[in-house]
């Protein structure tokens, strides 16, 4: 079957500096892949690079069959590729519910469909809050809710920028349980994290990256049963 994203001799650079260097990797339908590195290793300018923003990039990047190296950001996530950035932006002078309601946007097909009430179920925390505006919640609650909006635009493919990132242990355990939901509702899901523990739990497949080069592709188990490749390219 050919993978939903499929990159292959992957470049990027902002302005002068290159920062990744013909990297390949794939992610099949329904997939959740882990793009675990060090701070510095290129994970957050990957998930850039795959959304087409801020760098130069070359090399082929496939989705769902069709060429997208060349599209602008936007004409990438009208395909479904939905991003969550690590500075979890939200509006913060409107309530959960409306920040939700302005991330809205027709079904998709291959994609699961998300109302509020369903994603108030994902995120029970959220339901409670939904009349409070988002800039008064916690780190937690707004890295919730942005993943949330990004859910209510009906992508088939999530791309998470550091998602347990400077959460509580408690929420990080949430985070994981909804990703694991996600999975089951048939979203493709592309994470970066350095938290091991995290991804572990979470992800079918990880990939290591450092310096921008690809140095472990594999089972997400295989990963965490070999300390060798977690000490030389990780830091735990
Ligand atoms: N906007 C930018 N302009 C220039 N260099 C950048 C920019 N953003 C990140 N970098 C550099 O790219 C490298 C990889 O960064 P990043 O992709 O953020 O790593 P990670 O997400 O793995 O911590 C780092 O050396 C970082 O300093
Ligand atoms: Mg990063």
Do not use: C
Request: no cysteine; hydrophobic share 45%.
């Amino acid at each position: 079957m050919t993978p939903l994203l499929q990159l292959s001799g992957v470049s990027a650079a902002y302005l002068k500096a290159e920062i990744l260097f013909g990297l390949d990797l794939e992610l099949g339908d329904g997939e959740v892949v882990a793009l675990v590195g060090r701070n510095g290793a290129g994970k957050s300018t990957l998930i850039k690079t795959v959304m087409g923003i801020q760098v130069r990039r070359s090399g082929s990047i496939r989705y769902d069959g069709r060429e997208i190296v060349r599209l602008p950001a936007h004409a990438i996530a009208r395909l479904g590729i939905g991003y969550v950035p690590e500075e979890r932006r939200v509006f913060g002078d409107l309530t959960i519910l409306e920040n939700l309601e302005v991330g809205r946007q027709p079904q998709r097909q291959g994609a699961p469909a998300w109302t509020a009430a369903a994603l108030f179920e994902l995120f029970p925390n959220l339901a409670e809050l939904r009349h409070r505006p988002a800039g008064q919640t916690s780190g937690g609650e707004q890295q919730m809710l942005a993943i949330a909006r990004t859910l209510m635009g009906n992508p088939r493919l999530v791309l998470l920028d550091e998602p347990s990132e400077g959460l509580a242990p408690v929420i990080v355990e949430q985070m994981a349980l909804a990703v694991g939901k996600l999975k089951r509702e048939g979203l493709s899901v592309l994470l970066s994290e350095q938290n091991l523990r995290f991804a572990g739990a979470v992800a079918d497949r990880a990939y290591v990256i450092e310096s921008g080069h690809i140095r472990f592709a594999g089972p997400m188990q295989r990963l965490l049963d070999d300390a060798d490749i977690r000490r030389a390219h990780l830091s735990v």
